[in-house]
Nanobody, 120 residues
Framework: QVQVVESGGGLVQPGESLRLSCAVS????????MGWYRQYPAKQRELVVF???????IYADSVKGRFTFSRDKAKNTGYLQMDNLKPDDTAVYFC??????????????WGQGTQVTVSS
């Protein structure tokens, strides 16, 4: 069974860094797109960064210059390096991945979320 699993959240002080990981487990044919979203209490999820199958990246304006996305294709894992964190970055962060378990069977998959709290 294919799963999307986030890790790396936690509590940090303003200005500090965290690295989130998003691992796709299980046997798959292809990992196409991957993105990170965040959700504030009682709000809809919002895009943090999106990477398409070609590696093009779209960042939310609020994180440009502070957050960096990368992928390890061999490990089917994506990373979100978050630097100079601010209290406004406090949210639950979700990984979203477009996966083909077998060729032609594309599906959109979400992880369970990981809490990031930035507070002094």
């Amino acid at each position: 069974q294919v799963q999307v699993v986030e890790s790396g959240g936690g509590l940090v002080q303003p200005g500090e860094s965290l690295r989130l990981s998003c691992a796709v487990s299980g046997s798959i044919f292809s990992l196409n797109y991957m993105g990170w979203y965040r959700q504030y209490p009682a709000k809809q999820r919002e895009l943090v960064v999106f990477s398409n199958s070609g590696g093009s990246l779209i960042y939310a304006d609020s994180v440009k210059g502070r957050f960096t996305f990368s992928r390890d294709k061999a490990k089917n894992t994506g990373y979100l390096q978050m630097d100079n964190l601010k209290p406004d970055d406090t949210a639950v962060y979700f990984c979203n991945a477009g996966i083909e378990v077998v060729r032609g069977s594309a599906s959109d998959n979400w992880g369970q979320g990981t809490q990031v709290t930035v507070s002094s």
